[in-house]
């Protein structure tokens, strides 16, 4: 016969809504008497049904992460963080894309996550998409990874700071024609983007130096993006003798454009990206490193502690640091 509940309360001598409150991690439960109860669950091989718990404290067990993508490098590895987190709390992940790989929008989050999750996790939308406001409206407990949005807890870097930081490395070594692979012509949605092309902005007005329009080229955050985007960088009149790529992944696009056109990154035109992607050492880029993993672990902690304790104090927001990396893509400008 199974081990029931009933059985472990026996064995430890208390009630069977004792048990359950200390296997479920509920207060009011004397510390010593927590631990011999978990200790004879143990001896019995006994888990709490989750579907029961799940019932008898009103929750779903669920943290639903809304995010624009999922393939791409940096929003996998923000999952990856958030994943580390809420499987050790023993919460199931529920993920909503709000667009296709295509770009295509899809149903808004925020009438499909009624009733179904705890709280939710909000990667990278813009503060004014009005999906981040339905999101929000919800009243459920929230986090951003980001973003930021007053009231609510958040993961960040200052992608200003990273723009800046990755422009002026190159302006450090002598380069003054300097060109910017962007995501995309319109306006975009993000903050990082726009973010990262105000730091390139002010450390170019910073150096005296001229912001060429015709050496901006839009890579749309993808490989192949970034491969066409500096391809049409080398065809202009005087292409740039140093690229900025505003993520990693554009970066080893405009790199495979380079070697096509039998260039060679750093020594004919130095590039350098964002983000610390994993392939980024051994494709020798330089770029402005961001601790990914980390800023989805910082998120889904706000939430779970927001999660235990409705009444705690807010989590502040979070900003992590940036470091640059320096390698072979880089060189100094030689005539």
Do not use: C
Not at 5 to 22: L, P, W
Not at 79 to 104: F, I, N, R, W
Request: proline share 7%; no cysteine.
């Amino acid at each position: 016969m199974p081990i029931t509940i009933k059985d472990v309360a026996e064995a430890a001598g208390v009630s069977t809504a004792t048990v359950s409150r200390a296997l479920r991690g509920l207060p009011n439960v004397d510390a010593g008497t927590r631990e011999r109860i978990q200790k004879v669950a143990d001896e019995l091989d006994y888990v709490i049904s989750p579907s029961a718990s799940r019932l008898a404290s009103g929750r779903t067990g669920s943290i639903a992460v809304v995010t624009p993508y999922i393939a791409r490098w940096y929003f996998s590895t923000v999952l990856s963080g958030v994943e580390s987190v809420l499987q050790g709390a023993g919460m199931d992940l529920l993920l909503m894309s709000t667009s296709t790989p295509e770009g295509h929008h899809r149903l808004p989050p925020a009438p499909r996550l009624r009733r179904r999750v705890d709280g939710v996790i909000v990667i990278a939308l813009s503060p004014e998409d009005p999906q981040l406001r339905d999101v929000l409206d919800l009243g459920l407990p929230t986090s951003l990874i980001g973003l930021t949005h007053e009231g609510v807890p958040s993961a960040t870097i200052n992608d200003v700071e990273a723009g800046q930081t990755a422009t002026q490395h190159l302006i450090n070594l002598g380069h003054e024609r300097i060109g910017v692979i962007t995501g995309a012509p319109v306006g975009s949605p993000f903050t990082a983007e726009n973010d990262r092309h105000k730091g390139f902005q002010a450390a170019m007005e910073h150096a005296g130096l001229e912001i060429d329009p015709m050496l901006e080229s839009y890579g749309y955050f993808t490989i192949p993006g970034g491969e066409q985007a500096m391809t049409a960088l080398l065809t202009q009149r005087k292409p740039p003798t140093a690229v900025f790529a505003m993520s990693d992944e554009m970066a080893f696009g405009a790199m495979r454009a380079l070697r096509s056109h039998h260039l060679v990154p750093g020594r004919d035109i130095s590039i350098v990206g964002v983000d610390g992607h994993d392939m980024s050492e051994l494709l020798d880029l330089t770029t402005v490193a961001q601790p990914v993993a980390d800023l989805g672990r910082i998120a889904a902690e706000a939430l779970l502690l927001e999660l235990r304790d409705p009444n705690a104090a807010r989590p502040e927001d979070v900003n992590l640091p940036t470091r640059l990396v320096v390698r072979g893509s880089t060189k100094p400008f030689s005539a």
